[in-house]
């Protein structure tokens, strides 16, 4: 099943808001995906490393639970949604598609 995401068109005379829905193929769904899993394990590795150095700034015992409960809290902060850059993606290219719509209008 692929993304879809949908977004108000700018019409000359509104009566109802016209939505335009945007599809991301499964390639770039999948794409998507892997981008935001790889970035999430390095957001992870550095919220271990931050949560050993608050822990050993407070003065406390390094257990690995701590360590994990920590870190856990700052990636839960601070990680990417998958959604959020398949959003970001169907943005993109709905502004594409209103950029090619205008200008064609305007040269003709």
Avoid: H
């Amino acid at each position: 099943m692929t993304y879809t995401k949908s977004f108000p068109v700018l019409v000359k005379r509104p009566v109802y808001t016209k939505w335009e829905e945007v599809c991301l193929s499964e390639d770039e769904e999948f794409k998507q995906e892997e981008r935001v899993r790889k970035k999430n394990i390095v957001k992870m590795k550095q919220c271990i490393e931050d949560s050993k150095q608050v822990l050993y700034d407070m003065g406390l015992k390094q257990f690995t639970s701590a360590v994990a409960d920590v870190a856990v809290a700052l990636f839960n902060k601070t990680a990417s949604s998958p959604s959020s850059l398949k959003t970001d993606l169907c943005r993109q290219k709905f502004d594409q598609s209103e950029i090619c719509r205008f200008t064609e209008k305007k040269k003709v």
